[in-house]
């Protein structure tokens, strides 16, 4: 009995403060408390993915279409993108005769200024201040502004005030005026673009072209009818690049045409000092063959592969960059700017 008693008290002794060390943290004081859930939340809330752009696209999709949309226009220019999910994961809201579509979507129009009418998406981080335009790329269920969307616009619409808005909708066959009104309803102070473009399933094969063109339409000539597209040769081959509507941009424009005897560097850009541009810059985590960045405020670089990790200011990018490696060749290379 004696042998069991010791055995006992060996065993709380020597494991139980270690097992309770391991399960129990140490205890953070309320002001630690709070900063480390604030910390995890935010970990739990989704960002935009960030190229340095002031553009940001924003897409809801259930069935894929919305989601092939925004990934053919993120194919044609460089902007920040984010998904908005709905909290809860994996329902159907076509099932039953489109039952939960249809019950989320007579929600809202029941109560559209209620908060509680609209389904809970995933939390969304954002800095508004970084963007000067927001494309929204969204379904349309019922005539009306897919609900998961709406829900977006109902919590952010406000801070899109100001901003130009440029909204892309996809539907079977049903015209898009009442999603157009959700847009207006939902961003009330949006400089809202007057042409959406309107995408039908069937479409969705051709969403590069038509999201290309409605883009450029839109967004890359200036008020002035300036083009903002330039003509970049090298190694006898012509490679069209959009300048970005930014004081860099129109700045370099200005210095158009320009030949510049560029450097090779790392197997995946060229680089030429002694340009001087107002410079905006920004962590780039990842660049690609195309990019056209400023580099300290003073020098032009042409990325050809694939780069990152370090603070640029966008210029402008290659839209098609097929043989532009080849162009550009293994050694230094003179590279011709000049305005389309
Ligand atoms: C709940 C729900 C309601 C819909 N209502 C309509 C409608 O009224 N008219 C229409 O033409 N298409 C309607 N659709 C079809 C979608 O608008 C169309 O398939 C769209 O391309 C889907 O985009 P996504 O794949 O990004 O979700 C509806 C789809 C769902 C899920």
Not at 71 to 95: C, F, M, N, Q, W
Request: hydrophobic letters at 40%; aromatic letters at 10%.
């Amino acid at each position: 009995m004696k042998r069991i008693l010791f055995l006992l008290a060996f065993v709380s002794l020597t494991f139980l403060p270690l097992a309770s060390c391991s399960a129990d943290p140490l205890p953070l004081d309320p002001e630690e408390k709070e900063e480390h859930e604030k910390e995890q939340e935010q970990g739990k809330k989704e960002k935009p993915e960030k190229t340095g752009s002031r553009t940001l696209l924003v897409w809801y999709s259930f069935t894929g279409n919305s989601a092939a949309i925004a990934a053919a226009l993120r194919s044609h220019i460089t902007v920040d993108a984010l998904e908005i999910k709905p909290a809860i994961e994996g329902l159907d809201y076509s099932a039953n005769n489109y039952a939960i579509g249809s019950s989320l979507i007579a929600a809202i129009r029941g109560n559209p200024s209620e908060a509680s009418s609209y389904p809970t998406i995933k939390e969304v981080e954002i800095e508004f201040d970084e963007y000067d335009t927001v494309i929204i790329v969204t379904p349309l269920w019922w005539s009306q502004m897919a609900a998961p969307m709406q829900s977006f616009l109902f919590r952010y619409g406000g801070d899109m005030a100001g901003k130009t808005i440029g909204l892309i909708v996809t539907s079977a066959s049903s015209g898009i005026s009442g999603v157009e009104q959700d847009a207006k309803r939902l961003i009330p102070q949006g400089n809202i673009l007057a042409e959406s473009l309107w995408i039908r399933s069937a479409e969705v094969s051709d969403a590069p072209g038509l999201t290309s063109a409605w883009y450029d339409r839109l967004f890359t000539s200036n008020n002035d009818n300036t083009s903002m597209k330039v003509t970049i040769t090298a190694g006898g081959k012509a490679f069209t690049a959009d300048i970005e509507d930014s004081e860099t941009g129109r700045a370099f424009l200005d210095k158009l045409p320009l030949t510049l005897d560029m450097s090779e560097l790392n197997g995946n850009e060229k680089y030429c000092y002694g340009l001087s541009l107002p410079r905006n810059d920004r962590h780039f985590d990842r660049l690609e063959a195309g990019d056209l960045m400023l580099y300290s405020g003073n020098c032009i670089v042409l990325f050809y592969g694939a780069a990152g990790g370090y603070s640029y200011t966008r210029i402008g990018k290659i839209t098609d960059t097929a043989g532009l490696a080849s162009s550009l060749g293994s050694g230094n290379v003179s590279v011709k700017f000049e305005r389309h």
